[in-house]
C-alpha cells in the first residue's frame, strides 16, 4: 500500500459536494469529522465495497483485528504547505509502516497526492492516512471526563493500561533499528473500553519518533543533540538528556521513552 500521486485520488472535491474520499482505489464516504489540529483533519469515514470490485477495503486486509465490523475507519488529512512538511509527512508514514503490535496503532493505507495552491487554498499537497477508529478518546480525554466526574480509573485498570503501553514500546525498542518513540503521553493513548475487560490502549503518533540509538562522540554532536531536542521533548525528557551534555563517547538509547512525563 504505497503512495499515490494520482489525481484521481482527489475526487472527493468534486464527488457529493466533497462526501466521498479515495485513498488509492478504495472509496470512502466521510461520515464526520472527528477533531483537528495544526494543518491536520481527522474524519470518520466508511468504507464503500459496492464502488471496487474486489469487495471493497475492509476484505484486503490480512490481519482480522484491523478489519472493522461497520466499516468505519479514522482518516487523516494532513495539508502540506513546504516540501519540509512533505519529507515530514513521508517519514511519519515510513515509520508507522515498520511496526506490528496490538499496542501500537496500525497505518492501513495512506496516499499522498498533489493539489493546486489557489488564493483561498495555500497548500501543494494533501496526504490521507488511514487507521482503525477508536471512537472512546485519548486517555486524556477518558481521564478529565472522570475528573469531572469526580471519579478515577481503577487500580487493575491503571495497571493494566500501564503494562499496555510498555508491550508497545518494548515492540518499537526491540527492532532490528531500534526506535523511540520520543512522545509518551496520556493524548496520544487510545483507550477503547471493553465490557468485562481492562480497556484496551493503543499508543499512537509516531511523528517525533526517531532511532533510538544515538552515539555521542564530542560536544559537538551533544549540542546539536541539544537543538533537536529542544523542539521534539518536554522539559522532563530534555533534562534527561542534558546529562549527556558532558560526556563523550556515549550512546543515548531508547530509555527515553521511560521518563516521558515524569
Known amino acids: ?58 476484505a484486503k486486509l490480512k490481519q482480522s483485528s ?4 461497520d466499516g468505519t475507519y479514522a482518516m487523516k488529512k494532513v495539508l502540506i504547505r513546504s516540501n519540509e512538511q512533505l519529507e515530514l509527512v513521508r517519514e511519519d508514514i515510513r ?10 496503532l496500525p ?9 493546486k495552491p489557489t488564493p483561498q487554498r495555500s497548500w501543494n499537497h494533501e496526504a490521507y ?62 483507550i ?7 480497556p484496551l490502549a493503543i499508543l499512537m503518533d509516531f511523528g517525533s519518533a526517531r532511532p533510538a540509538r544515538k552515539h555521542i562522540g564530542n560536544r559537538s554532536e551533544a549540542l546539536q543533540l541539544q537543538v533537536l531536542c529542544s523542539t521534539l521533548f518536554s522539559l522532563c525528557k530534555f533534562c534527561f538528556i542534558m546529562k549527556f551534555m558532558h560526556f563523550a563517547n556515549h550512546i543515548l538509547e531508547y530509555f527515553i521513552d521511560a521518563f516521558a512525563h515524569l
Open 1 to 58: 500500500m504505497g503512495c499515490s500521486f494520482s489525481g484521481l485520488n482527489a475526487l472527493y472535491d468534486s464527488v457529493n459536494g466533497g462526501g466521498d474520499v479515495w485513498i488509492n482505489e478504495n472509496r470512502f464516504r466521510i461520515v464526520r469529522q472527528l477533531g483537528e489540529g495544526g494543518n491536520a483533519y481527522i474524519f470518520l469515514v466508511k468504507d464503500l465495497p459496492a464502488d471496487n470490485p474486489s469487495g471493497g477495503f475492509s
Open 66 to 69: 484491523h478489519i472493522s465490523e
Open 95 to 104: 515509520v508507522s509502516s515498520l511496526f506490528n503490535h496490538p499496542n501500537l
Open 107 to 115: 497505518l492501513l493505507d495512506h496516499a499522498i497526492i498533489s493539489v
Open 129 to 190: 492516512l488511514l487507521f482503525p477508529v477508536h471512537l472512546d478518546g485519548t486517555l486524556l480525554d477518558n481521564t478529565k471526563t472522570m475528573q469531572a466526574r469526580k471519579e478515577s480509573f481503577p487500580t487493575t485498570d491503571v495497571l493494566q493500561i500501564f503494562r499496555q503501553l510498555c508491550a508497545g514500546l518494548k515492540h518499537m525498542h526491540s527492532l532490528d533499528t531500534p526506535y523511540a518513540h520520543n512522545d509518551v503521553k496520556p493524548g496520544n493513548v487510545l
Open 192 to 198: 477503547t473500553h471493553r465490557k468485562g475487560k481492562p
